[in-house]
């Protein structure tokens, strides 16, 4: 009974839902049309899809019943409605996310970048397509892993990122590594990788996600760039120019190698930072911001002027300025780019030439006067002594005797002062040996005792390997004892002064930084005082006559002068390094001779005076001189032809070739035919005729005129005494008899 009352109930139940399914059949249906009209045809469709079944169920409604007809219609619509607008909207979100897919895989393929995710608890590492296209591999046939992929990676680059994840997981901190890959063909790429840890509310970490970019061409051009301008910056360290970039406010932001060694600067942090006006001479700096301010306003400026290195060394440069844009913008400040260069050497070389001029220049003068000069003297001096002779051969007058011999002082002192200005102007009579310097200085030695005093002690260091020099010993004594008197007076409360020897070579580069000396083998003499030195000023001046710190009456100003003139007339060089109370030190080169050392030995000449009786053509442009030499040669019993020049002698001689001429004395530098011309005439028409030349000028002046060394010749001034034994010496001279003495006017 039970059974059967539960079966008509169910029998019942199903069979009135069957008829509801029925009767709502055409709703069903066209919830479904809605529905699929808006996941194929989009949310347009949909809502068409429910219009249509809304109108078809107006004008053919189900059977159902009319009273609730209404709201079934309203419930249709409503729900379908809702139904298509969610299906469409589904249907769009989808296809949002596939068009976003899309974008970002060729983002990646553009950009070479692909993302991963490492499940840590699975183990499982996932990559996306582009990490393949990276790798080189292909993603059916390779097993993703994190140890597969360790073992793309470059050997050397390894370590790198285990420490790189190992530190991420630990320290929950993101990365970033770069680092190189090898691929399956052996293609080096390299790789940029970022990741960073995911955790879950427990905080611990359960995965990894990241990206991996290929920046290998990334690479290659950064390897590019930093070639060039390693190249670049090869090129301006190899520059030795100052090279340095000044910011606008005057701050100094780079500099070369060059220029860090021109402020004595080891480093470029010593610098770097600080203004560049503190580099400038205080004297300077004013121009200097002027040039800096016309730069950075748009002007290319060049000036001269003086820096001040770390070390406190100055150096005159010249720099060349030009605007330099740090950036894009136009309206940026401007620095300044400028290249710099060291003119210290140049500018000493300009001063030693300024120098070597101007001492040419009052060579010149001093050498012009003093040969005018001498023939006065030789007419004064000359005259004196025959005043005096013809005086003592008559009844002597002992006060016109006395004033006779002041004049003869008088002149003698002139005759002093004179040969120091031809000593100088390099135009005095020389006669050079080959000597050792050495041997010069220790035989005056004892005369520079004396000269130098007690208080002063001399101290001699002489090389005893010491090479030969050809020089005038007679004039090089003059040198020492002049620059010992210079030290003496230097110090007045004693002191030291030492004589150092030695032979050196010079080389291009020490030549050239003392112009105008040449490369070569020199003997070097060096006298070092201890004295009160002399300013930079004084150097300037200290080899120019008359020039003179002293006291007035205490020097005349010419024994450096005369010091100068030895030394350059014999190929030499002189210079003087001093500083205020450091004392002075005075360096002579002379070029090395090689040949053996002349010993000389000094004898005396016999006082007495002897004449004679032959024929001689004196040849003088200066009236007086001529004068002089004529009275005083008859006087000795000679006989005398005078001539005011060659061409006058030459008619002279030429007036009675029956005569016989012994001797010619001839000035050597004359106006028309010089003196050397007038004997090679003379001697083709006179062969046995003796030749001697006169001059008050230097060695190299006369053997322009075509003198040979050891042609006799007498230098003005000269005494009568002196005339009378020279032209009895060349008289008497026998051929052969002697080297020095070749009288022969053919020689």
């Not at 994190?146 to 997981?169: G, K, N, T």
């Not at 402020?263 to 300077?284: K, M, N, S, Y």
């Not at 109370?581 to 053996?596: C, D, K, M, N, Q």
């Not at 003088?620 to 006058?648: C, K, M």
């Amino acid at each position: 009974m039970g059974v059967a009352a539960t079966s008509t109930v169910c029998a019942v139940v199903l069979t009135h839902a069957f008829l509801r399914f029925i009767q709502y059949t055409p709703f069903i249906l066209g919830f479904g049309a809605a529905i699929l009209s808006s996941h194929y045809a989009g949310r347009t469709a949909g809502f068409l899809a429910v219009g249509i079944g809304l109108v078809g169920y107006a004008w053919f409604p189900p059977p159902l019943p009319t009273e609730g007809f209404a709201r079934l219609l309203v419930g249709f619509v409503l729900i379908s409605g809702t139904l298509s607008w969610l299906v469409a909207r589904h249907r769009e979100i989808e296809a949002e996310l596939r068009s976003s897919q899309r974008r970002l895989t060729q983002a990646q393929e553009l950009a070479h970048v692909g993302n991963w995710q490492w499940d840590l608890a699975d183990d499982e590492l996932w990559w996306s397509d582009e990490l393949y296209r990276v790798f080189g591999v292909d993603r059916g046939s390779f097993q993703v892993s994190y140890q597969a992929f360790l073992q793309l990676v470059h050997p050397h680059d390894r370590s790198i990122i285990e420490r790189a994840v190992r530190a991420a997981v630990q320290e929950r901190k993101p990365y970033s590594v770069e680092h190189r890959i090898v691929r399956p063909d052996d293609n080096v790429r390299w790789l940029n990788g970022q990741g960073r840890v995911v955790v879950n509310e427990t905080g611990q970490v359960i995965r990894m996600v990241g990206t991996v970019q290929d920046i290998t061409d990334r690479k290659a051009s950064e390897e590019i760039i930093r070639r060039s301008q390693r190249r670049l910056q090869t090129i301006i360290d190899a520059e030795p120019a100052c090279v340095k970039l000044v910011s606008h406010e005057g701050l100094l932001l780079e500099m070369n190698h060059a220029g860090l060694q021109m402020i004595d600067a080891a480093e470029p942090t010593q610098v770097i930072g600080r203004p560049v006006v503190q580099l400038v001479h205080p004297d300077d700096r004013e121009r200097f911001l002027h040039m800096h301010q016309r730069a950075t306003s748009g002007s290319a400026m060049r000036s001269e002027f003086r820096i001040v290195g770390l070390k406190a060394n100055e150096r005159h440069v010249d720099s060349h300025m030009v605007p330099f844009d740090l950036s894009e913008d136009s309206d940026a400040p401007r620095a300044v780019l400028s290249v710099t260069s060291d003119v210290t050497e140049h500018k000493r070389l300009e001063e030693q030439l300024r120098q070597a001029h101007k001492m040419e220049a009052i060579g010149l003068l001093a050498g012009g006067i003093a040969h005018d000069f001498n023939n006065l003297l030789t007419v004064i001096s000359g005259f004196t002594e025959f005043a005096l002779l013809r005086r003592d051969e008559a009844e002597p007058d002992a006060h016109l005797r006395a004033d006779l011999i002041e004049v003869q002082k008088a002149a003698a002192r002139a005759a002093a002062l004179t040969r120091q200005l031809l000593a100088f102007s390099r135009r005095q009579i020389l006669l050079p040996r080959v000597i050792n310097l050495n041997a010069l200085v220790s035989d005056i030695q004892t005369l520079l005792h004396r000269t130098l005093g007690e208080d002063i002690e001399l101290v001699l260091d002489l090389d005893p390997e010491l090479e030969a020099v050809r020089a005038d010993p007679t004039q090089l004594e003059q040198v020492l004892l002049n620059l010992a008197v210079n030290a003496r007076d230097a110090m007045p409360k004693g002191g030291q002064l030492r004589f150092v020897t030695e032979t050196v070579n010079v080389d291009t580069l020490a030549a050239t930084r003392r112009s105008p000396m040449t490369p070569g083998r020199y003997v070097r003499l060096t006298i070092t005082d201890t004295g009160s030195g002399m300013s930079p000023e004084v150097q300037q001046h200290v080899f120019e006559p008359f020039f003179t710190t002293k006291e007035r009456h205490k020097g005349t100003g010419l024994g450096l002068a005369t010091v100068y003139g030895i030394v350059k007339q014999s190929d030499g060089f002189v210079w003087v390094t001093s500083q205020p109370g450091l004392g002075t030190s005075f360096e002579i080169y002379l070029p090395v001779v090689r040949e053996a050392v002349e010993h000389l030995v000094r004898v005396e000449r016999p006082e007495a005076v002897r004449g004679g009786n032959e024929t001689i053509l004196l040849v003088e442009d200066d009236g007086a001189v001529r004068r002089l030499a004529g009275l005083t040669l008859q006087h000795f019993g000679y006989t005398v032809l005078e001539a005011r020049d060659g061409q006058e002698a030459l008619q002279v001689a030429r007036s009675d070739r029956r005569r016989d001429i012994h001797l010619l004395i001839t000035d050597v530098v004359m106006p028309g035919v010089s003196g050397r011309d007038l004997a090679l005439q003379l001697a083709r028409e006179r062969p046995e005729m003796r030749v001697l030349y006169m001059s008050g000028y230097a060695k190299a002046v006369t053997m322009r005129v075509g003198l040979e060394s050891g042609t006799p010749l007498l230098t003005k001034p000269f005494l009568p005494k002196e005339l009378v034994l020279r032209v009895r010496d060349t008289l008497d001279w026998e051929s052969g008899a002697s080297a020095d003495h070749p009288t022969k006017s053919d020689l």
